[in-house]
């Protein structure tokens, strides 16, 4: 049995785990896939979260994922790190660089198992900024500035494809270079407040293929987390686990303990369980009937028919559900435009679903706040939807557990 399938069927602990900590955030990204902003009062408690850390190294768990959220503003945020390493638990960590000055560079640069990402998503301030808000791409570069001047080694450059930065792959292959990082580009989802942006920010159909044929010539260093498995529909595999690992290898832990088997698709509808519940995380990972039926023979539909099934596997789950389209349907940016034209067919009067949760600053913006960076609109789609997070693990983990 090759591994792909063994992943296919599920294992008895995840490889890895995103755990935001917090939706807490200093900034009020547009395509934020948490609808983050503002702190959650029943988010795990210090001993609580520390509870799940001891889980997770009962679990044999790599390593685990955290976000938000901005995580690095939960007070006991350096504590719950230090407690995790100490219990043989990696972290990768993802963060906006507000907190990662100096000193905190330097500390980083001394402790081991441990990675960093820093968000970017625009090779110039112009672009960035106005996905992430003013002044937030002087403070990731300054983090950089900062991890590189500590000697912290090849931390990541994160950043979400858009339609808008397509043009910079470049421009950020040398940011990376010029810091010693890597970079690690993901998939927009139409997810939290990137459901309400998608029209304007998902990359056209030219750009996917543009994006494509620049993976292929100049991805051999770059990690994906598996987010673009789509595209293999466009001929060569790109490398990678290129499956959707929803419930199989991958999870979320959200702030207040509820487990979803998508960090993309933070819906009731993939709602697995509670590490609050008695048995905790593990058994919702083993037991939840949610896990049990994404493990279980998927359906493909109609896209078991087309040639590139077996590259693409139907594509994302949390994007096709997010738009409109169902799980056994096409994939809503489908290489061969089979999700545009399901999208199309898609009836004026259907309720495209939304996240259940929004802990965004303002859910609407007050007539006497001045510009937004984007016009958010709620039109459907234009065209038919770490990661998943597999790749980019700790830079110091073993050899034999690294993930690409």
């Known amino acids: 049995m090759k591994l792909v399938e063994h992943f296919t069927h599920g294992l008895t602990s995840p490889i890895c785990l995103t755990w935001e900590l917090t939706y807490a955030c200093n900034l009020s990204c547009v395509h934020c896939l948490s609808s983050s902003g503002r702190r959650d009062p029943n988010e795990l408690s210090t001993d609580e979260a520390k509870a799940v850390i001891d889980e997770l190294q009962r679990m044999q768990v790599f390593y685990v994922n955290i976000g938000g959220g901005e995580p690095t503003v939960r007070s006991d945020f350096w504590e719950l790190l230090d407690y995790a390493i100490a219990h043989d638990v990696g972290v990768k960590f993802s963060t906006n660089g507000v907190k ?4 905190r560079a330097q500390q980083l640069a001394k402790t081991d198992y441990v990675d960093v990402q820093i968000s970017l998503d625009g090779a110039t301030a112009e672009v960035n900024d106005h996905v992430r ?28 494809v858009t339609r808008q930065n397509v043009d910079q792959l470049d421009d950020f292959k040398a ?48 990690l994906t987390g598996d987010s673009f498995f789509h595209l293999s529909a466009y001929g060569q595999e790109l490398p990678g686990l290129n499956l959707c690992g929803a419930g199989r290898v991958v999870c979320l832990i ?100 939304k996240p259940s949760l929004d802990h965004s600053h303002r859910t609407s913006p007050r007539a006497d706040d001045g510009p937004v960076p984007l016009t958010l609109s709620v039109r459907r789609p234009d065209k038919a939807c770490d990661s998943d997070p597999l790749a980019g693990e700790g830079r110091r983990l073993p050899a034999a557990v690294r993930v690409n």
């Open 100 to 103: 990662l000055d100096k000193a």
């Open 133 to 160: 808000g003013p002044g937030s791409y002087d403070t990731a570069i300054r983090a950089m500035e900062n991890l590189y001047d500590a000697g912290f080694g090849q931390f990541k450059i994160s950043v979400v």
């Open 175 to 222: 940011i990376a270079d010029r810091y010693g990082a890597q970079l690690r580009i993901t998939r927009l989802r139409p997810s939290g407040r990137g459901a309400d942006t998608w029209d304007e920010l998902h990359p056209t159909q030219p750009q996917q293929k543009q994006l494509y044929d620049w993976l292929v010539a100049r991805g051999e260093d770059v």
């Open 254 to 353: 959200d702030p207040v303990g509820d487990v979803y088997a998508c960090p993309f698709a933070i819906h009731d509808q993939f709602l697995a369980g509670n590490v609050r519940s008695e048995g905790g995380f593990r058994t919702v990972w083993q037991e939840s009937e949610l896990f049990g039926e994404l493990r279980g023979p998927q359906s493909g539909g109609a896209c078991t028919k087309c040639s590139h099934y077996d590259a693409c596997q139907g594509g994302c789950m949390a994007a096709k559900f997010f738009t409109g389209l169902p799980l056994d349907g096409p994939d809503p940016e489908c290489v061969l435009g089979n999700g545009e034209t399901a999208l199309a067919k898609l009836e004026m009067e259907t309720v495209i679903p």
